[in-house]
């Protein structure tokens, strides 16, 4: 199944490879028989769950160019030259799709003067320990990447049982939840990191030059 084999190659159906004693720990939630029905869910999140660092590691290696990127603690002296996840061209289309997420989609409160955040919402019912799911309690994560246009840098923010109480309902959605928080944390965390905002140089306006 390609859809499997794809999740497979970006690591997403073993525990991650990394040097922590809980990494082994880690393993990813499947489903028992990989049905039609879990190849619909799967492809709009639900149906399979995997750790933060996984899902790190999976957007860099979608957004580096399209190359594995495995995950790791220790210091590295140059780019990992994994394998290739996906061509070059699709890339850049999957890091344009997640800048226009922010630019008009449920991340606007995610952007960030300068940086060009890009990223996707997730917002997922929280299990009760009997089985179902609560009916006002859900997980929130923003997975997001800077700068969309030549990514240096992914984020991921998730959240338990957030709530947003400014408006006349509690809000519970990424969007209203983890966005801000990791837009919050890019703002302060990037400068630290040596990524320059990136001004946008505007043109002129109402000036013409004439010659004696």
Do not use: C
């Amino acid at each position: 199944m390609r859809q499997r084999d794809f999740l497979d190659r970006l690591g997403f159906l073993n525990a991650p490879a990394i040097e922590l004693l809980e990494a082994p720990g880690s393993t990813p939630l499947l489903p028992e028989n990989w049905s039609e029905l879990s190849t619909m869910t799967i492809s709009y999140g639900h149906g399979l769950s995997t750790s933060p660092v996984q899902l790190a590691a999976g957007y860099a290696s979608l957004l580096n160019g399209g190359t594995l990127v495995r995950p790791t603690i220790l210091r590295q002296d140059g780019p990992q030259d994994g394998a290739r996840i996906v061509s070059e061209d699709v890339s850049q289309m999957a890091a344009n799709m997640l800048r226009q997420v922010v630019m008009r989609g449920t991340a606007s409160f995610g952007e960030v003067e300068g940086y060009e955040v890009g990223g996707k919402t997730g917002t997922a019912d929280k299990p009760r320990p009997q089985g179902g799911y609560y009916e006002d309690k859900v997980i929130a994560t923003f997975a997001s990447v800077f700068p969309a246009n030549d990514p240096q840098y992914v984020l991921i923010v998730t959240l338990d049982e957030p709530v947003e109480t400014t408006g006349a309902k509690p809000r519970r959605t990424a969007g209203w939840t983890a966005v801000p928080v990791a837009a919050e944390m890019i703002r302060r965390v990037a400068p630290l990191l040596g990524v320059r905002p990136q001004i946008e140089t505007v043109a002129p306006i109402g000036v013409s030059l004439t010659s004696n």
